[in-house]
Nanobody, 122 residues
């Protein structure tokens, strides 16, 4: 079983930055790809970015490409999401996820954190 815990969310003005962290425990995380998703009120959970188990391959969704950077430190069992130039439409609960496949679809991930709220004011 893998446990995931996100942190780093908060309230930020448009144009500002936040860094989210996701600490994993319970398994050898070098076997797991990881990803970030977000869910705004009344909307479906959407893909933000994913990273391979080794950290050598990463993909970001078009709406955040060039502004958000996903990374991981397997020595610390931690994944990060550096979010720059935040926009009000980025307001959502951000979730980290882990799975055996580096995927774009939420249903392909096996483990999820509880989420951290990010609010971007205009």
């Amino acid at each position: 079983q893998v446990q995931l815990a996100e942190s780093g969310g908060g309230l930020v003005q448009a144009g500002g930055s936040l860094r989210l962290s996701c600490v994993a425990s319970g398994r050898d995380m070098t076997n797991y790809a990881m990803g970030w998703f977000r869910q705004a009120p009344g909307k479906e959970r959407e893909f933000v970015a994913r990273i391979s188990s080794s950290g050598t391959s990463a993909v970001a969704a078009d709406p955040v490409k060039g502004r958000f950077i996903i990374s991981r430190d397997n020595n610390k069992n931690t994944m990060y999401l550096q979010m720059n130039s935040l926009k009000p439409e980025g307001t959502a609960v951000y979730y980290c996820a882990a799975g055996l496949v580096a995927a774009l679809r939420a249903r392909q991930y096996d483990y999820w954190g509880q989420g951290t709220q990010v609010t971007v004011s205009s």
